[in-house]
């Protein structure tokens, strides 16, 4: 347990047996030792969740794999494009993405999964026009995620 959460802890106390101990303002005291530890905890929360600092190498590195990704993308949707060639693994390809995508942060696999279209190439079968719109809403929203990890301007190597 952390100072946090004694302190927390002692508000309650306070305001519990103030009454039994014969504490004079024990609901001022309880009170205030308590939303002072509700706000520390409330900060450390907040400072848990914050994204990690990452220096501008690895922001880059992190460019550089969503751009593999789009390529890889590309090169399926061009494929998608012929009804001669036979439609690509994408469920494959989506769940590789999934994993790298988690070891960045949860939300940007729910970001990924977000989304559907009915755009998709004309004169083709419905398995590669399906698999065509797959792979564009998902580049999409792999690209909106560029802006998350663009250079700081102060350095942050």
Known sequence: ???LGIIFWIGIAVLSLGPYLYVENYRKIGGLLTGLGFACIAYTVVM???P???????RAAVRN???????ESANMQRLC????ASVPDVAKWKIGVEKYLE???????????EGMTDVGPAGVDAAHRA??????????????FFGDFRPRESGGD
């Open 48 to 50: 848990a969740l914050r």
């Open 1 to 3: 347990m952390t100072l």
């Open 81 to 84: 494009e012929d009804n001669k």
């Open 103 to 113: 070891t960045l942060d949860h939300s940007y696999v729910v970001r990924f999964q």
């Open 131 to 144: 698999c065509w719109s797959d792979l564009h809403v998902r580049d999409e929203n792999l690209d909106k």
């Open 52 to 58: 990690q600092g990452l220096t501008n190498a690895q």
């Open 65 to 71: 794999k969503l751009t593999a990704f789009l390529e």
